[in-house]
């Protein structure tokens, strides 16, 4: 049996970027908070725990009074950063330059009048982030179906949360643009409503859909490492999955079933861009030691 790991898996430069700087933080020994999960992987906040790092929710930030606290990669809206200088909070703002972009973005068509509408999770801390740059006005669709409720009757833009699927994106990007077309009054169609779509769905993620189709095909079983609660990984999870249906979601070596092996000869390890390095080598490493004598014995 081959156990390969997924070379293009793994985290994506924004998620390095807010651990270092998360790690090069904690040096100085003083305590560090991070306002969330530093990131959607569970095993990788116990080690970064284990290094003194705490999480604190927004609504908990009283208990960072004057410490420092750390804003991870999906950003914080500006309600954040207004309660963090009340409390003499020390921002470390690691949130990822993509997704700040998209906050600047977002920011600059609500002051000049656009309705702004989100492709992304209502609930997800990077779409929070990005609603507070409209003061709580954008509307978030997370399905094509949701397009519904959005009322057309000013100049409107659409633009995307950074992890979700691209084909989607475009389909609700089409369905806004026939609403808008069939509110057109008589056939001046320079009456219809001005209407903007930004692909801000990250390269990190996109670029990932080919190379990850392709490793699933290559091999006859999937072992996708990511955490439950990784928007990225759902989505590159249900990829996998499509291109090859022998592939099997665990967060940790624990959850491996030996079933799954039966007459697997090529065995891929791949994740989400949450995903560490260390976590798909140590789930190889339990391949090798629980499967594959097992296997070969049998
Ligand atoms: S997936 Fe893209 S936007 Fe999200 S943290 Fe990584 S680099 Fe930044």
């Given at each position: 049996m081959n156990v390969t790991i997924d070379k293009s898996s793994g985290f994506c430069w924004g998620v390095v970027r807010t651990i270092e700087i998360a790690e090069q933080e904690m040096g100085g020994g003083d305590d560090l908070y991070s306002l969330g999960d530093i990131i959607h992987n569970p095993m990788e906040i116990h080690?970064?725990?284990?290094?003194?790092?705490?999480?604190?929710?927004?609504?908990?930030?009283e208990k960072a009074k004057g410490k420092r606290v750390l804003i991870r990669a999906h950003g914080e809206p500006p309600s954040t950063y207004k309660r963090a200088e009340e409390l003499g909070i020390t921002l470390i703002?690691?949130?990822?330059?993509?997704?700040?972009?998209?906050?600047?973005?977002?920011?600059?068509?609500?002051?000049?009048?656009?309705?702004?509408?989100?492709?992304?999770?209502?609930?997800?801390?990077?779409?929070?982030?990005?609603?507070?740059?409209?003061?709580?006005?954008?509307?978030?669709?997370?399905?094509?179906?949701?397009?519904?409720?959005?009322?057309l009757d000013g100049k409107t833009v659409l633009f995307s949360q950074t992890t979700m699927d691209?084909?989607?994106?475009?389909?609700?990007?089409?369905?806004?643009?026939?609403?808008?077309?069939?509110?057109?009054?008589?056939?001046?169609?320079?009456?219809?409503?001005?209407?903007?779509?930004?692909?801000?769905?990250?390269?990190?993620?996109?670029?990932?859909?080919?190379k990850i189709r392709e490793f699933a095909k290559a091999n006859d079983i999937v072992i996708f490492v990511a955490g439950r609660h990784s928007s990225n990984g759902k989505v590159l999870f249900a990829i996998s999955k499509e291109a090859n249906p022998r592939t099997y979601f665990?967060?940790?070596?624990?959850?491996?079933?030996?079933?799954?092996?039966?007459?697997?000869?090529?065995?891929?390890i791949t994740g989400a861009t949450s995903t560490p390095q260390w976590l798909m080598e140590q789930v190889k490493a339990a391949i090798e030691a629980k499967f594959v004598p097992a296997l070969t014995a049998g």
């Amino acid at each position: 049996m081959n156990v390969t790991i997924d070379k293009s898996s793994g985290f994506c430069w924004g998620v390095v970027r807010t651990i270092e700087i998360a790690e090069q933080e904690m040096g100085g020994g003083d305590d560090l908070y991070s306002l969330g999960d530093i990131i959607h992987n569970p095993m990788e906040i116990h080690r970064l725990g284990d290094k003194g790092l705490k999480t604190i929710s927004v609504a908990e930030m009283e208990k960072a009074k004057g410490k420092r606290v750390l804003i991870r990669a999906h950003g914080e809206p500006p309600s954040t950063y207004k309660r963090a200088e009340e409390l003499g909070i020390t921002l470390i703002d690691a949130t990822c330059p993509v997704v700040t972009k998209v906050q600047e973005r977002i920011r600059k068509f609500y002051l000049d009048g656009y309705q702004v509408v989100i492709f992304g999770k209502k609930e997800h801390a990077e779409v929070i982030g990005l609603i507070g740059q409209t003061n709580g006005q954008a509307i978030v669709v997370k399905s094509v179906e949701d397009v519904e409720k959005v009322k057309l009757d000013g100049k409107t833009v659409l633009f995307s949360q950074t992890t979700m699927d691209k084909p989607t994106f475009h389909k609700i990007k089409e369905e806004l643009q026939n609403r808008i077309k069939d509110l057109v009054v008589g056939s001046f169609e320079d009456e219809a409503i001005e209407f903007h779509a930004k692909d801000t769905i990250c390269g990190q993620v996109s670029g990932r859909d080919a190379k990850i189709r392709e490793f699933a095909k290559a091999n006859d079983i999937v072992i996708f490492v990511a955490g439950r609660h990784s928007s990225n990984g759902k989505v590159l999870f249900a990829i996998s999955k499509e291109a090859n249906p022998r592939t099997y979601f665990i967060e940790d070596s624990s959850e491996l079933q030996a079933e799954w092996f039966h007459e697997a000869e090529n065995v891929g390890i791949t994740g989400a861009t949450s995903t560490p390095q260390w976590l798909m080598e140590q789930v190889k490493a339990a391949i090798e030691a629980k499967f594959v004598p097992a296997l070969t014995a049998g």
